[in-house]
């Protein structure tokens, strides 16, 4: 298995490698996305099939829900809370086919803040995670999948060694710690909920919601990336690596012609960079792939990192 220092080399395709390995393996991923667009465009037979086969809004959403369940439970084990056992198990009593068991959390703890208004954006994010898990559990209904394992401990010192900034890094050992660990998700649900946006077109009132969430977690994201950026220099190059380690993973994106990955710093030349856009001031999108990439600490997606055991549902 390929582990996350295998795939900075990734990075230095050529431009003409990254196209034609976009053509080669990137059908499955590029169809789902773009199939609503091209079949209303006059598309292929083969692009209609594409559409077809792309994953239902409630396999969209228990992808989403999995990582709402690990952005919660590391926030809420930071204010000294959890997650309550109605709101992490499966939504069908009876077992639903691709739902999964219940897992456990490993590590986290509550951090011992020393700036009453970390402490409060701390627990105003985890307010919102929570209701996050709730919302889309209860928009699910009976197929919300369960919580998964979640490992907030191991995952964060095989990312920090990957990363090159520590054999070790525990988020919950002071507030800095706890904003770098917090820099790992944020950019990675904001440009999650972006990619999942033409899966859920069709319907107006869940792109609604998902676009709702998505405005919350790039206030997070802004929130933590102008923190880090006014640090010392050695918190922003340690947010800098993370933001590297992140961009080598994201083949999808890096296949696409996206040379950084769909990723960028706190700082570019030295210079802050607290909104990470594309030229035309957009954020960027991930493929569910290039997530699970991120979520898993592996570039052949599987089980790993923060989900031992892998996430549930259909979108795994």
């Known amino acids: 298995m390929k582990d996350l220092f295998d795939l900075s080399a990734r990075r230095d395709m050529s431009r003409e490698d990254r196209r034609n390995f976009f053509r080669r393996s990137a059908g499955v991923t590029a169809g789902l ?7 209303a465009c006059g598309g292929s037979v083969s692009e209609a099939i ?3 086969n792309a994953p239902s809004e409630s396999d969209v959403l228990n992808f989403a829900l999995n990582l709402e ?5 590391f926030y809420l084990r930071a204010v000294g809370r959890d997650l309550e056992a109605d709101l992490k198990a499966s939504g069908d009593t009876m077992g639903l086919d691709g739902v999964g068991t219940r897992g456990a959390v490993t590590g986290g703890r509550a951090v ?38 979640i490992d907030l401990q191991n995952s964060f ?26 820099f790992v998700f944020e950019d990675v649900g904001v440009t999650a909920y972006k990619g999942a946006a033409g899966f859920l077109a069709k319907n107006a009132a869940v792109l609604d919601a998902a676009a709702g969430i998505m405005a919350v977690e790039a206030y ?18 340690a947010a800098n690596k993370i933001s590297a380690i992140r961009g080598a993973v994201s083949s999808d994106a890096i296949a696409a012609g996206m040379s950084n990955g769909a990723d960028q710093g706190i700082t570019v030349a030295g210079v802050a960079n607290v909104v990470p856009t594309d030229a035309n001031g957009i ?3 991930r493929t569910p792939n290039d997530v699970l990439r991120i979520v898993y600490l592996n570039a052949d997606k599987t089980a790993g990192g923060f989900f031992p055991a892998g996430v549930n549902g259909a979108v795994a």
Not at 69 to 73: F, K, R
């Open 33 to 39: 996305v773009g199939g609503a667009v091209l079949s």
């Open 50 to 52: 594409a559409q077809a």
């Open 69 to 73: 369940y690990l952005e919660a439970q």
């Open 112 to 149: 011992n803040f020393t700036s009453k208004r970390l402490r409060e954006y701390a627990q105003e994010i985890a307010e919102d995670e929570f209701n996050h898990v709730r919302f889309l559990r209860k928009a699910l209904g009976a197929a919300a999948v369960s919580q998964p394992a």
């Open 157 to 182: 010192n095989a990312a920090a060694k990957a990363a090159g900034v520590g054999d070790s890094f525990d988020p919950y050992a002071d507030e800095t710690s706890f904003m770098i660990g917090a």
């Open 220 to 237: 997070h994201a802004g929130l933590v990336r102008g923190f880090l950026v006014n640090q010392a220099d050695g918190v922003i190059d």
């Open 283 to 285: 954020a960027y999108s």
